[in-house]
């Protein structure tokens, strides 16, 4: 009774206009990480708000790979999964709604939405992952997430042994190249216009990979199967998955604001996800690590601990 009657007052400061106090942690980012860490401050009765622009990394793919017990589940279904299992616990509310400006102050911190919502909490975990910028290639998007990947950890099983491209210049591509050998012999360099190096060359040859280096014109394909990629110049090469390395940024713009150091849209971040910033943590791809979704889960969760026992210290020591 009395933790449906929190939950009821929690809503009602949501859902007005003006400031939440009673707030112990805010959580930007409603992903697997934010989700995870949700459920382990929910579980220790910490009132918890998470607030999620619902546009997730992963929003393209259909099956998410390499999570124990989840290997193959619909992105989408396993986070409305975690969302109902959230709703069982009375101190966690969640939100829709973009974060647009944080402030750091003395004892805690301040959020404000775009709808100009405004929320307070002692403690703040942000769990806004990152982006991932296509090239531009076109007929690309239209593969992304089916048949054209970025990650062989996630996607290279389902591919292995297939005739495969690898999009990438210089010794970058030449690396990536030689790192799908382990899920397929059967590679393609494709370095869309740019001539690689003698020694980049020597290496693909070594490894049996072959080359193409004209400028790639378009992906084609029926449906969502990539069946070819078209050159500006020679015959169109038959592939059934292509795999590249995307350039990456941050997907928000709070870390950097509230004084963290940003790199290709990741912090890095102590060994129980704490920030340079007192009271502020980092979990998954928005922090420096392996960028796999049971990775994100699991720094969700240590962030979790590590704020949970950071509020209970502060609450013994008043
Ligand atoms: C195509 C593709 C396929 C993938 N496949 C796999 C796979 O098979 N296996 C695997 O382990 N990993 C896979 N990954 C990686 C996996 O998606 C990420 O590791 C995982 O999503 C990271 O979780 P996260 O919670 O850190 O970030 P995200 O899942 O990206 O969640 C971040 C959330 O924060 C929200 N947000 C951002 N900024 C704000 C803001 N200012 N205000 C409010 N909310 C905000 C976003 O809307 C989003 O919902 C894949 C990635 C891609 C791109």
């Known amino acids: 009774?009395?933790?449906?009657?929190?939950?009821?007052?929690?809503?009602?400061?949501?859902?007005?206009?003006?400031?939440?106090?009673?707030?112990?942690?805010?959580?930007?980012?409603?992903?697997?990480?934010?989700?995870?860490?949700?459920?382990?401050?929910?579980?220790?009765?910490?009132?918890?708000?998470?607030?999620?622009?619902?546009?997730?990394?992963?929003?393209?793919?259909?099956?998410?790979?390499?999570?124990?017990?989840?290997?193959?589940?619909?992105?989408?279904?396993?986070?409305?999964?975690?969302?109902?299992?959230?709703?069982?616990?009375?101190?966690?509310?969640?939100?829709?709604?973009?974060?647009?400006?944080?402030?750091c102050r003395q004892g805690g911190f301040d959020v404000d939405l775009a709808d100009g919502r405004r929320f307070s909490g002692r403690m703040m975990l942000l769990a806004t992952g990152i982006v991932d910028h296509l090239p531009q290639v076109e007929g690309l998007d239209r593969y992304y997430g089916r048949s054209v990947f970025h990650c062989p950890y996630c996607d290279g099983w389902e591919t292995r042994d297939q005739p495969l491209a690898v999009y990438g210049r210089g010794e970058d591509g030449v690396d990536f190249a030689l790192e799908l050998l382990g899920w397929s012999r059967d590679l393609v360099l494709c370095t869309d216009g740019e001539a690689l190096c003698e020694k980049g060359r020597r290496r693909l040859e070594r490894h049996g990979i072959a080359l193409r280096q004209e400028r790639v014109l378009r992906l084609e394909g029926e449906?969502?199967?990539?069946?070819?990629?078209?050159?500006?110049?020679?015959?169109?090469?038959?592939?059934?998955?292509?795999?590249?390395?995307?350039?990456?940024?941050?997907?928000?713009?709070?870390?950097?604001?509230?004084?963290?150091?940003?790199?290709?849209?990741?912090?890095?971040?102590?060994?129980?996800?704490?920030?340079?910033v007192p009271g502020l943590y980092m979990a998954g791809d928005a922090a420096r690590s392996v960028k796999l979704a049971i990775v994100a889960a699991a720094e969700g969760a240590q962030a979790a601990f590590a704020i949970n026992t950071a509020l209970h210290k502060s609450n013994s020591r008043e």
């Open 1 to 103: 009774m009395e933790e449906v009657s929190r939950r009821d007052i929690l809503s009602q400061n949501l859902s007005g206009e003006g400031r939440m106090h009673d707030c112990e942690v805010i959580i930007v980012g409603g992903g697997i990480a934010g989700l995870s860490a949700a459920l382990v401050l929910g579980r220790c009765r910490r009132r918890t708000l998470v607030i999620d622009s619902g546009e997730p990394r992963n929003a393209r793919s259909r099956a998410l790979h390499g999570f124990l017990s989840r290997d193959g589940v619909d992105p989408w279904e396993m986070r409305r999964i975690g969302g109902e299992q959230l709703d069982a616990y009375p101190d966690v509310t969640r939100i829709d709604g973009t974060v647009i400006d944080a402030q």
């Open 223 to 276: 449906g969502e199967a990539l069946e070819r990629i078209v050159f500006a110049e020679g015959e169109p090469l038959s592939r059934s998955a292509l795999f590249f390395l995307p350039a990456q940024g941050a997907h928000s713009p709070l870390a950097q604001r509230l004084g963290c150091e940003v790199r290709e849209g990741v912090s890095e971040t102590g060994p129980l996800q704490q920030s340079a």
